[in-house]
């Protein structure tokens, strides 16, 4: 819940800089900004935060992907971890707007991860699997589909997860995924995300499957941002 139309002009600064990028660069802006930054980009692909599981009806302040598709987003972030605690969504729930998503044409970006109260009680790959099996569609393929691992006690916090850590968890979600998912979840996109910023892009990125970021508040400028798509295109 940051931007209003002013900072776009941070958009246009990160296009400029990266204007031929070898990466995908996405940004998921308040659904309030995603008509705006679609206007403002002709290279940076533009996402949503959240959708309803419901392509229309009586659901007073809510966000249908269609209706994001309409605006001109091609992604959407489902299961994010304020998400999940805030609003006490489940994997259910966001099995079924991956599902809304890919029913509109958008990628799915299905966020997982787990409590420091888990991390430390040794349940980390417990709860990465089942909120894998819960969350992500049986339809899921490496089109529709981009998974971030995203610790919730690494987020907005400047703790990251040492690198031994991120590998654990990626070669387990890689090896989880091929199994419930077949061949397609070799190209499967996994994003890290939690405390992403330039001065620590480039150890993160050098992990083994770890094909990109989910980037919070290094997101939020160009001088913060730049550096970590700069990283990832020299990765």
Known sequence: MNGTLADLNQLKLLEQSHQDSSVDILICPPATLIHSAKSTTQTISIGAQNCHMQAKGAHTGEI???QL???GASYVIVGHSERR???NETDADINAKAQAAYDAGLIAVICIGETLDQRDAGQTLDVLGTQLAGSVPATANSENTVIAYEPV??????????TD??????EFMRTTLLVSHGSTARDMRLLYGGSVKGSNANDIFAVANV???LVGGASLTAADFGPIVTALEQA
């Open 64 to 66: 249908s992907a269609q």
């Open 69 to 71: 598709a309409d605006i």
């Open 85 to 87: 605690q805030d609003q």
């Open 153 to 162: 006690w690494a987020i907005g916090t400047g703790l990251v997860p040492t």
């Open 165 to 170: 850590q991120i590998a654990q968890a990626h």
């Open 211 to 213: 094909d990109g970021a």
